[in-house]
């Protein structure tokens, strides 16, 4: 499933963001950039995405990163957002439990419009929040156990684990679609 993509590196994958409004997509995607990407957008379909190169083992990935650029307020995502991804990262926000219980509803979609092996991880975001915490960490854990997701919390505003999530997912399809190929 995995292209080899140019000399530069060896892989390109294309992963997304999803989640409710205002969770932290947006956030999340620009703090894993840090210097070393930049964000485009394709206006006509409603998305930005972000590439980041990332030396898995002895391999260079590129990692097209897509976020919804907040078309999920206005309608639904349609299925060309999930087309050809082999990952998401399905964010929630741990002081608002009405986008904890959405989970169950963008899962459905993962399995109607994603690929078969598609690796998603769980991230419940704004850690950094703990005093207005809606949602107990052991929620998220054990929702994660139930879908077979891994799961992590993160702040994107003070920069935790964020760089964890989005390459445990990246090693995760990796060392799925690539290591047999090879
Ligand atoms: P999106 O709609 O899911 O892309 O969400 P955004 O990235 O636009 O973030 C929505 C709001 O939450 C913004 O006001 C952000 O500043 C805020 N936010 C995002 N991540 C965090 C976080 O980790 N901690 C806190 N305290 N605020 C956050």
């Not at 078309?71 to 349609?78: D, G, K, L």
């Not at 879908?147 to 992590?152: A, C, K, N, Q």
Request: net charge negative; charged share 30%; glycine share 6%.
């Amino acid at each position: 499933m995995a292209e080899s993509f140019d000399e530069e590196c060896d892989y390109l994958f294309k992963a997304v963001l999803i989640g409710d409004s205002a969770v932290g997509k947006s956030n999340l995607l620009s703090r894993f950039g840090k210097n070393e990407f930049c964000i485009e957008s394709k206006p006509t379909i409603g998305v930005e995405f972000a590439y980041r190169n990332i030396r898995v083992g002895d391999k260079l990935v590129k990692a097209q990163i897509w976020d919804t650029a907040g078309q999920e307020r206005f309608r639904a995502i349609t299925s060309s957002y999930y087309r050809g991804a082999l990952g998401a990262l399905l964010v929630y926000d741990i002081t608002r439990k009405s986008t904890f219980e959405s989970l169950k509803k963008w899962l459905k979609e993962v399995r109607e419009f994603g690929s078969r092996e598609m690796v998603v991880v769980l991230v419940g975001n704004k850690s950094d929040l703990a005093h207005h915490r809606e949602v107990n960490i052991e929620d998220g854990r054990s929702l994660a156990q139930l879908e077979d997701l891994s799961f992590m919390e993160t702040s994107a505003k003070e920069n935790l684990n964020v760089e964890e999530a989005f390459l445990q997912m990246i090693t995760r399809i990796y060392q799925l679609s690539c290591h047999k190929s090879m």
